[in-house]
């Protein structure tokens, strides 16, 4: 069964910081690899979709990196800013359909 | 479009009571899930339709949940008799999946709906 681990739980960085998220999967035979913001009382918004045969993705101040062989992923943030506070959520997807989720990284940037 | 739209946003019943929650689905979209969110567990996949049908349901928690997707713009799920246990944040999502591009395949997720059961 796929295990998806966040690291750290909760991070809190003063305003334009660059900062890194992780995940970690126990098994690497995915299709894809999805970071998700969650804001509190919100649905999930999808930020990047890595497929299994690329190695990163960018948006904006936004990048994330997959090695799938070793079963881990970033995401970078560049230069936070306040708004960019949120629960992040990694997640991977291994049949055709089943999004297998990380508990989530919750983020204050504080001004 | 609207995205994927979810009612009621907030639901608080009483112990014994039963539940439906509603969701429309993306337009054009094909599949269907429904996730649950809690603290200790974080999201899990209960129930995934395709083209209407049920494909998975093995992470239906119980025989009181139950789940129907009567047409390709409508989901509902029902908790028959509602427990305590059962409160949690309930997302609806929509995709469109293509068997030829699955590592493309992205959910668009709704607002949920936050249930607590007394």
């Known amino acids: 069964k796929q295990e998806v681990t966040q690291i750290p739980a909760a991070l809190s960085v003063p305003e334009g910081e660059n900062l890194v998220l992780n995940c970690s999967f126990t098994d690497s035979a995915i299709y894809n690899l999805q970071w998700f913001r969650q804001d509190p009382g919100k649905g999930l918004t999808s930020l990047l979709l890595i497929q299994s045969s690329q190695r990163e993705q960018t948006s904006g101040r936004l990048n994330a990196s997959l090695d799938k062989s070793s079963g881990r992923s970033t995401l970078y943030i560049a230069a936070s800013q306040p708004g960019d506070s949120a629960t992040y959520l990694c997640a991977v997807l291994n049949s055709g359909y089943a999004l297998n989720f990380g508990k989530g990284t919750s983020l204050l940037v504080t001004p | 479009d609207a995205g994927v739209i979810q009612s009621p946003r907030h639901e608080v019943t009483e112990m014994g009571q039963e539940v439906t929650l509603r969701c429309k689905p993306i337009s054009g979209h094909n599949s269907l899930f429904w996730y649950r969110q809690t603290m200790m567990r974080g999201l899990e996949l209960l129930i995934y339709f395709n083209n209407n049908v049920p494909i998975d349901d093995s992470g239906m928690p119980e025989d009181r949940f139950s789940a129907k997707m009567p047409n390709a713009s409508f989901s509902t799920l029902k908790i028959q008799p509602s427990e305590p246990r059962d409160s949690a944040v309930y997302f609806c999502?929509?995709?469109?999946?293509?068997?030829?591009?699955?590592?493309?395949?992205?959910?668009?997720f709704g607002a949920g709906t936050r249930l607590s059961v007394l």
């Open positions: 999502a929509s995709s469109f999946t293509s068997g030829v591009f699955l590592a493309k395949n992205i959910q668009y």
